[in-house]
Antibody, heavy 121, light 111 residues
Framework: QVQLVQSGAEVKKPGASVKVSCKASGYTFTSYYMHWVRQAPGQGLEWMGIVNPSGGYSSYAQEFQGRVTMTSDTSTSTVYMELSSLRSEDTAVYYC??????????????WGQGTLVTVSS | QSVLTQPPSVSGAPGQRVTISCTGSSSNIGASYDVHWYQQFPGTAPKLLIYGSSNRPSGVPDRFSGSKSGTSASLAITGLQAEDEADYYCQSYDSTLSGSVFGGGTKLTVL
């Protein structure tokens, strides 16, 4: 069965960076783009970006451009999301989600369990 | 402010039918991109409920249905059950933003 298992909770200080991992299993890792979505406490879902697990392509929501980097490691079937220059507003649960339908008009069929990132001084 | 607009809350009694609306614009739903719906319980990841505007993944009861018209979409839940109490989100693709957009979410309360 498809599983996306994310790394554990993180506590970071403002200005620091965080790197969250998402290990995929149960399907061919390079067959589906991976997305990152975050959810601030008590708030809705916010799409952050997409990465091609095969490498060579990533695209980010405008709000995060310049601060986020999404990468993948095919040898371990793992994708990563690194967010820099953290501020308190970045406190959220970060989800990875596998995308269906390619680069546009996609939806998310499988989700990781979420990783809580807390930014606090 | 979310690109897709949903009512913050809806409610209904067990057995009743409720609908949740999702309103977009000409760069997303109105551009013929599909709408997808997710169900989320507190403390858990979202779960795909409807894809391609009206299709149910395997295992989703047929009490849940979706539709789309113009720049809007709707999720309907019939035969409401206590276990349906959750947050519901719509999602689509936006050509202006070149990425995915979500509605702000709707909290369903079963009275």
């Amino acid at each position: 069965q498809v599983q996306l298992v994310q790394s554990g909770a993180e506590v970071k200080k403002p200005g620091a960076s965080v790197k969250v991992s998402c290990k995929a299993s149960g399907y061919t890792f390079t067959s589906y783009y991976m997305h990152w979505v975050r959810q601030a406490p008590g708030q809705g879902l916010e799409w952050m970006g997409i990465v091609n697990p095969s490498g060579g392509y990533s695209s980010y929501a405008q709000e995060f451009q310049g601060r986020v980097t999404m990468t993948s490691d095919t040898s371990t079937s793992t994708v990563y999301m690194e967010l820099s220059s953290l501020r308190s507003e970045d406190t959220a649960v970060y989800y990875c989600a596998s995308g269906v339908r390619g680069l546009i008009d996609y939806y998310f069929d499988y989700w990781g369990q979420g990783t809580l990132v807390t930014v606090s001084s | 402010q979310s690109v897709l607009t949903q009512p913050p809350s809806v409610s209904g009694a067990p057995g009743q039918r409720v609908t949740i609306s999702c309103t977009g614009s000409s760069s997303n739903i109105g551009a013929s991109y599909d709408v997808h719906w997710y169900q989320q319980f507190p403390g858990t990841a979202p779960k795909l409920l409807i894809y391609g505007s009206s299709n149910r993944p395997s295992g989703v009861p047929d009490r849940f249905s979706g539709s789309k018209s113009g720049t809007s979409a709707s999720l309907a839940i019939t035969g409401l059950q206590a276990e349906d109490e959750a947050d519901y989100y719509c999602q689509s693709y936006d050509s202006t933003l070149s990425g995915s957009v979500f509605g702000g979410g709707t909290k369903l309360t079963v009275l």
